[in-house]
């Protein structure tokens, strides 16, 4: 983690929400960079308040309050003022600094996500896809961007079964194209119905009927692993 996009990036992939964040300068820090964690290369948020060095990247904002004898104040003079007011512009500097670099398509992609999660895109799914992993959901949210630029396909509904199961295996029949068998090896939770569900209304093309098998392979004669007691679903 090297910036304060990347600090934040990784918190909300541990489950910290924006909110539950606080900047702060530090008081020990290297000037050669902008995160002070104990470990150089440290990959966890163990803590809401994030400690940085404000003058590795933002001098010009912050050199005068971090040093208040500067504007004529005693360092002791509104001291909780200055750091409610730094977490706060640092708050807002994030937005700028999460969007460097990131293209038209980037943000596409994010607006999605974020509709997904309000329900504004649809209001009954938004409970569901809250309990799928946060990287998991930007892959769907750019892959439904990829369905409504191409259509609908066999390929991103394969693509989004392997988003959340990359064990899966989906066959198609062969005399009947339109119905097709999807093996998941996980376990069968009512979690996980609601999330296929999900993966089949964004997803499955229309007029395809899909079956699947949780847990346990249909037996297939012939294939060994397929065929053994106690561990094959019945087709």
């Excluded at 988003?163 to 295996?169: F, G, N, V």
């Excluded at 119905?193 to 999900?198: G, N, P, S």
């Excluded at 993966?199 to 699947?212: A, H």
Aim: hydrophobic letters at 45%; a negative charge.
């Amino acid at each position: 983690m090297n910036f304060l996009w990347d600090i934040v990036l990784c918190a909300q992939e541990q489950g910290w929400k924006e909110e539950e964040l606080f900047f702060r300068q530090a008081q020990e820090y290297s000037p050669f960079f902008e995160p002070s964690f104990s470990c150089v290369n440290e990959q966890q948020i163990d803590s809401g308040t994030i400690e940085l060095n404000l003058l590795y990247r933002f001098a010009d904002m912050f050199q005068d309050i971090l040093a208040p004898e500067h504007i004529g104040l005693k360092e002791e003079e509104y001291e909780e003022f200055r750091m409610f007011f730094v977490d706060a512009v640092l708050h807002a500097v994030l937005y700028t600094d999460l969007r460097h670099g990131l293209s038209k398509r980037d943000l596409y992609i994010r607006k999605i996500r974020e509709e997904l999660l309000d329900g504004t895109f649809w209001k009954e799914a938004a409970g569901t896809f809250r309990q799928i992993e946060h990287l998991k959901q930007n892959r769907l949210a750019a892959l439904l961007l990829s369905q409504m630029e191409t259509g609908s396909s066999l390929i991103i509904f394969r693509r989004a079964v392997l988003i959340l199961y990359p064990e899966a295996m989906l066959y198609q029949m062969r005399y009947e194209r339109k119905k097709l068998l999807l093996y998941l090896s996980s376990r069968k939770t009512d979690a996980g119905e609601q999330v296929m569900r999900l993966v089949q209304d964004l997803f499955l093309p229309t007029g395809f009927e899909l079956r699947i098998f949780w847990q346990y392979h249909f037996g297939v004669i012939g294939i060994e692993d397929a065929m053994k007691l106690d561990e094959t679903a019945l087709y």
